[in-house]
Antibody
């Protein structure tokens, strides 16, 4: 069974750093792109960026380029999303999802989401 | 890369059909027939309902259908059921391994 298990909720202060994770199982992790999606409180989905764990090729939305870093450790089938300096506006739920193989331009399996709360 | 434009809300009665539009540009929706649609119930992760504009993943009801004309994609739900009440998001491939989501539409089943 394909699963994406995300790390738990985080409560941080502005200016702190953070790294959240998304561990894949039930499939060949290195062969599927992983995307990160932001959902601010009461708002819609925003595409942040995508990584191919096989070679760490990464693409970012212009809106998030330079604001976050996406990485992966294929040895433990885990993708990461990190911030070096958090802001209150980073408060959101962050989802990871797998880019489908058979349906290549869609995202077929999703994590449960990680709630990040940043206080000022 | 701006968000795709969706109506904020739509509503319909059980058994009726509704259509949600998703308007992009010639750089995303208009250039590729690669729009996907996601259903999100409160507190849950999104679920893909339509991919590549009009294809349904295994297990998704045939009451859900997708289409595209020019820079606008559409999701139609026929035979509305109470369980269809949710938020719906379109998502288009935008080239160079990037994607863009729509702002989302809240569907209310009256």
């Amino acid at each position: 069974e394909v699963q994406l298990v995300q790390s738990g909720a985080e409560v941080k202060k502005s200016g702190e750093s953070l790294k959240i994770s998304c561990q894949g199982s039930g499939y060949r992790f290195t062969s599927y792109w992983i995307v990160w999606v932001r959902q601010m409180p009461g708002k819609g989905l925003e595409w942040m960026g995508i990584i191919y764990p096989g070679d760490s090729d990464t693409k970012y939305s212009p809106s998030f380029q330079g604001q976050v870093t996406i990485s992966a450790d294929k040895s433990i089938s885990t993708a990461y999303l990190q911030w070096s300096t958090l802001k209150a506006s980073d408060t959101a739920i962050y989802y990871c999802a797998r880019r489908s193989d058979a349906q290549q331009y869609s995202f077929d399996y999703w994590g449960h989401g990680t709630l990040v709360t940043v206080s000022s | 890369q701006s968000a795709l434009t969706q109506p904020a809300s739509v509503s319909g009665s059980p058994g009726q059909s509704i259509t949600i539009s998703c308007t992009g540009t010639s750089s995303d929706v208009g250039s590729y027939n690669l729009v996907s649609w996601y259903q999100q119930h409160p507190g849950k992760a999104p679920k893909v309902m339509i991919y590549e504009g009009s294809k349904r993943p295994s297990g998704v009801s045939n009451r859900f259908s997708g289409s595209k004309s020019g820079n606008t994609a559409s999701l139609t739900i026929s035979g509305l059921q109470a369980e269809d009440e949710a938020d719906y998001y379109c998502c288009s491939y935008a080239g160079s391994s990037t994607w863009v989501f729509g702002g989302g539409t809240k569907l209310t089943v009256l």
